[in-house]
């Protein structure tokens, strides 16, 4: 190779690197995620109410979800397209840690709370809700960008 030509390529390779150091994903995993609102299930005002109904979540961004049950009402609170399209990192309850790859539903028969730990990696628009409550107004949906 000529050294006019190995020159031009040197150049060609070093100035597309310029800048890399600074490229970045949008989310960063080695951060703190992100605390979402709680999810409260039932209030004073209605004991088949969420007190969230839309998450705004990007791919690649870490999260932590804390669901919380008063107690008033049995639900077995299941997203399935979500669940699906998640890292799930882990979930405590109750002091205690589990690791599992995929989660089916949080099932709370009384009061209690469970906290989630995740990162979404495929958009889309994903329903949560209370299984048998949906039309009682137990539902939500997760917006992922």
Same mark, same amino acid.
């Given at each position: 190779?000529?050294?006019?030509?190995?020159?031009?390529?040197?150049?060609?390779?070093?100035?597309?690197?310029?800048?890399?150091? !600074?490229?970045?994903?949008?989310?960063?995993?080695?951060?703190?995620?992100?605390?979402?609102?709680?999810?409260?299930?039932?209030?004073?005002?209605?004991?088949?109410?969420?007190?969230?109904?839309?998450?705004?979540?990007?791919?690649?961004?870490?999260?932590?979800?804390?669901?919380?049950?008063?107690?008033?009402?049995?639900?077995?609170?299941?997203?399935?397209?979500?669940?699906?399209?998640?890292?799930? !990192?882990?979930?405590?309850?109750?002091?205690?840690?589990?690791?599992?790859?995929?989660?089916?539903?949080?099932?709370?028969?009384?009061?209690?709370?469970?906290?989630?730990?995740?990162?979404?990696?495929?958009?889309?628009?994903?329903?949560?809700?209370?299984?048998?409550?949906?039309?009682?107004?137990?539902?939500?949906?997760?917006?992922?960008?």
């Amino acid at each position: 190779m000529s050294f006019l030509k190995a020159t031009t390529l040197a150049a060609v390779l070093l100035s597309g690197m310029i800048g890399l150091d !600074r490229a970045q994903a949008a989310g960063d995993l080695t951060t703190k995620p992100e605390r979402l609102p709680d999810l409260v299930m039932g209030s004073e005002q209605s004991d088949y109410s969420f007190s969230e109904k839309i998450y705004q979540l990007e791919t690649g961004s870490s999260y932590r979800l804390k669901v919380i049950s008063n107690g008033q009402k049995e639900c077995a609170l299941q997203a399935p397209q979500f669940m699906q399209s998640i890292y799930l !990192r882990k979930v405590e309850a109750g002091g205690i840690e589990v690791k599992a790859i995929m989660l089916t539903e949080l099932e709370f028969e009384d009061a209690g709370q469970a906290e989630m730990f995740f990162v979404p990696i495929r958009p889309g628009r994903y329903p949560f809700f209370c299984k048998g409550l949906e039309s009682k107004g137990m539902h939500g949906e997760f917006v992922v960008k």
